[in-house]
């Protein structure tokens, strides 16, 4: 267990109250190791967003076991999902950047949630970071004046220029085109083995499916069998 930084046992979890109560992840076991780049894949309201938000500590697991870190985040409280929030770097489809904010002033609040960082090493690790997203040039840009790839590389500086041990995105490539998309994946996969990060990544997006270490795919919110990489990439060129 050591290497495993998310492990999911009988997962179960429900939306409503009442007679309104419904069942949305059945059951789910997963175990995610240190390094991994997984993708996740499914159709709409299959429950990968669920499984997501959970694992990340924007909702409380319900019932079952949810450790990440070795923290148990069934039933914790809200005061400890906020603690475990800043182990994760988020990425969106929606890149989520603050119009009225500069590329940098954005990518800077990834790290005000850290204690003990100054104002200086805050702004120095934010340029650099946005340097090694190939934005060095851009840092004073407002998001209305960056492309969707450039707002996506505002959003990946922004998420990983803490350092976080967990890497979470929610179908980080649905709103651009295929080459600006695989290029933003690279990208986050690159930055990540530096980083020695894991990454989660929810996607409808086949043509990236070739960056992943394993694709997990949920259905009807029950996670089936891993496919085989290599029947995956038949289905993608078929």
Do not use: W
Request: charged share 25%.
């Amino acid at each position: 267990m050591t290497n495993t930084v998310i492990s999911v046992k009988h997962l179960d979890h429900f939306f409503g109250q009442g007679q309104l109560r419904k069942q949305v992840l059945f059951d789910i076991n997963l175990d995610i190791k240190t390094g991994e780049i997984i993708l996740m894949t499914g159709p709409s309201g299959s429950g990968k967003t669920t499984l997501l938000t959970l694992v990340g500590g924007l909702r409380s697991a319900q019932s079952g076991s949810l450790q990440v870190l070795g923290e148990e985040l069934c039933g914790a409280s809200r005061a400890k999902l906020t603690l475990m929030r800043r182990n994760n770097g988020y990425i969106f489809q929606a890149h989520n950047l603050h119009e009225s904010l500069t590329a940098l002033q954005n990518v800077k609040m990834g790290l005000e949630l850290h204690e003990n960082i100054s104002p200086e090493d805050i702004k120095k690790k934010s340029i650099e970071m946005l340097e090694m997203v190939g934005l060095g040039d851009h840092i004073n840009y407002y998001p209305e004046k960056l492309s969707g790839g450039q707002k996506q590389r505002v959003a990946i500086a922004r998420a990983l220029v803490s350092h976080p041990k967990i890497v979470l995105a929610d179908e980080p490539t649905a709103a651009l085109d295929s080459k600006t998309g695989r290029d933003v994946v690279h990208l986050m996969q690159k930055l990540a083995k530096e980083q020695g990060c894991t990454i989660l990544l929810v996607t409808h997006d086949n043509r990236i499916l070739d960056v992943a270490d394993r694709i997990i795919h949920m259905e009807d919110g029950r996670l089936e069998n891993t496919p085989d990489l290599n029947q995956v990439g038949q289905r993608v060129k078929d």
